[in-house]
């Protein structure tokens, strides 16, 4: 008989599952059309009603699931109202057919710790740019990002009223990534992916230095990895503190597991084992090839500006 699959592989069919649940709670949520914005540090930090019930469903349906996993989600919610409308129980079968990393065979729950951001790029959300928007759940062992999940509730809607809206991206080290279609951004030219809501002169110097031939603003972390390896941008760079652990885990497991790699702006790598702080303080720097053309071209005025 077939053993069943390594925990590893359950949870991310599981999260996969989840994270189309949460979509569609995303959608629910505009399309009811009160988004209950609470502003949380700033006019540039919202929190909606649906970043509240979306983390709700992920967190609750993977803690019923794998009790033992330490899950860390953006919101500071509390977890006891949470209703049975809200739970996703399924899984995909596609991701359960893979055959595990034999280095993550042994994995036991109590060793992940899975970082949760239920919808990246709030704020385009509230402003209707709706493609910037990500669900993200990411997977880690060890500190490292080695799963994850990104779901875009909204792909595809400028497509017309027969579009299938929305798609799931998913990934884990050793294996690849699957949902997209990877593709290099062209050669020879360098297109900067960079904050759209966060900018500042430190961010703007950074970008100048790479000498750029074209700059995209976008929201969302999630949006941001995804211009990189469908390539719509070659680097993305962000010399400044906010982005969190919850932003980059999903996204950093999927692009190193195509191949590419993330680090702060100083190049050094993310943790992400559970006591580690939340804040990414030294920015991001992120490319699907040739990091090391971008990382040799950083101002050192900007490496000293930003402490990790």
């Known amino acids: 008989s077939m053993a069943s699959p390594a925990l590893l592989m359950r949870v991310v069919a599981s999260a ?35 970043d509240r019930l979306v983390q709700k469903s992920i967190c609750a349906s993977l803690a019923r699931k794998f009790p033992k996993v330490t899950i860390i989600g953006e919101e500071d919610l509390p977890t006891d109202d949470v209703t049975e409308e809200l739970i996703e129980d399924g899984h995909c079968e596609e991701i359960l057919k893979k055959p595990c990393p034999a280095q993550y065979t042994g994995i036991k729950e109590e060793e992940l710790v ?69 593709t290099e951004a062209p050669a020879g030219k360098h297109i900067i992916v960079t904050t759209r809501s966060h900018s500042s002169t430190l961010v703007n110097e950074c970008i100048s230095a790479l000498n750029p031939d074209t700059v995209i603003r976008v929201g969302g972390a999630g949006n941001k990895i995804i211009q990189l390896i469908e390539g719509k941008a070659s680097a993305y760079v ?56 971008y990382a040799s071209r950083i101002p050192n005025t900007v490496k000293q500006s930003l402490v990790p």
């Open 16 to 50: 996969y599952s989840v994270a189309e649940k949460a979509a569609t709670i995303v959608r629910n949520v505009m399309s009811a059309g009160d988004l209950g914005i609470v502003e949380k540090a700033g006019p540039n930090d919202l929190q909606t009603k649906a």
């Open 114 to 182: 899975i970082w949760v951001d239920p919808l990246d790029g709030t704020k385009e959300y509230t402003e209707g740019l709706l493609d910037h928007v990500t669900v993200l759940i990411g997977i880690a062992y060890g500190g490292k990002a080695i799963a994850g999940v990104i779901n875009q509730p909204y792909y595809n809607y400028e497509a017309g009223a027969d579009a299938v809206l929305g798609r799931t991206i998913w990934g884990v080290l050793g294996i690849g990534a699957f949902g997209f279609q990877l």
């Open 238 to 293: 962000f010399a400044s503190p906010g982005c969190k652990k919850w932003d980059t885990c999903a996204p950093e497991a999927i692009l190193h597991a195509v191949g590419g790699k993330i680090t702060d702006i100083r190049g050094n790598s993310f943790q992400y084992n559970k006591e580690v702080k939340h804040m990414n303080s030294a920015g991001v720097l992120a490319t699907l090839r040739n990091y090391d053309y």
